[in-house]
Nanobody, 122 residues
Framework: QVQLVETGGGLVQAGGSLRLSCAASGRTFSGYAVGWFRQAPGKEREFVSVISTTGRYINYADSVKGRFTISRESTKNTVSLQMNSLKPEDTAVYYC???????????????WGQGTQVTVSS
């Protein structure tokens, strides 16, 4: 069993930056792809980014390409999402996920964190 805990959410003005971190406990998530999904009020959960077990494969949603960067630090058993040039439409609860695939479907991910709120004011 892998427990995921997200930190780093908060309130920021448009154009600002935030860094989300996902830490694993219970067992290492070195054998899993790790990613981020988000869900805004009244909307479906959507894919944001994923990084493979080795870090060699990375994917981003078109809406965040060029602004968000995902990375993993195996020695610290953490995955981070650096979010720059934030927009009000980035406002959502962000969830860290882990699974054996690197797809866009949330059903592919076995482990989910509790989520962290990101609010971008205009």
């Amino acid at each position: 069993q892998v427990q995921l805990v997200e930190t780093g959410g908060g309130l920021v003005q448009a154009g600002g930056s935030l860094r989300l971190s996902c830490a694993a406990s219970g067992r290492t998530f070195s054998g899993y792809a790790v990613g981020w999904f988000r869900q805004a009020p009244g909307k479906e959960r959507e894919f944001v980014s994923v990084i493979s077990t080795t870090g060699r494969y990375i994917n981003y949603a078109d809406s965040v390409k060029g602004r968000f960067t995902i990375s993993r630090e195996s020695t610290k058993n953490t995955v981070s999402l650096q979010m720059n040039s934030l927009k009000p439409e980035d406002t959502a609860v962000y969830y860290c996920v882990a699974g054996l695939a690197v797809g866009l479907n949330p059903a592919e991910y076995v482990y989910w964190g509790q989520g962290t709120q990101v609010t971008v004011s205009s």
